[in-house]
């Protein structure tokens, strides 16, 4: 009768892999990769996986992202309009009472407040109940 075998380490039950893939590719060329890779939803290494290899991703297929840019400029005017907001309440909380100029400024700030998320997640006027 044998002996059984000892157990593996875990270091050993890694599974190996092989040393990076790697392609050369242009700028048009790369340009063209990842767009093609993003609108599949898929990570470049399992876009190539799918269509070269015809073997299935190894990631979960991402969800479709917002633009980040537009999200990015968003979130920097929200936090400048934040920024400007927070400045007139600490005057109003140490003088106690608004100025009219305060309070325009502080509606214009809330209009711009509003348009910048409307960039983003755009009302639809029909689901809208005044």
């Given at each position: 009768m044998q002996a059984p075998k000892p157990a593996r380490k875990k270091s050993e039950k890694r599974?190996?892999?092989?040393?990076?893939?790697q392609v050369r590719l242009n700028d048009q060329e790369r340009e063209a990769f990842d767009a093609r890779a993003s609108r599949a939803g898929l990570s470049g290494?399992?876009?190539f996986?799918?269509?070269?290899?015809?073997?299935?991703p190894l990631r979960?297929?991402?969800?479709?992202?917002?633009?980040?840019?537009?999200?990015v400029q968003v979130e920097t005017a929200?936090?400048?309009?934040?920024g400007n907001v927070n400045q007139i309440a600490a005057k109003v909380n140490s003088s106690g009472f608004i100025t009219r100029t305060e309070m325009a400024e502080l509606k214009q700030?809330?209009?711009?407040?509003?348009?910048?998320?409307?960039?983003f997640f755009p009302v639809n006027?029909?689901?809208?109940?005044?």
């Open positions: 599974q190996r892999i092989a040393p990076p893939f290494p399992d876009y996986r799918v269509t070269c290899l015809g073997s299935k979960k297929v991402k969800e479709r992202t917002p633009d980040r840019r537009l999200l929200l936090n400048r309009i934040g700030l809330i209009a711009e407040a509003h348009k910048q998320v409307e960039r006027d029909d689901l809208q109940s005044d």
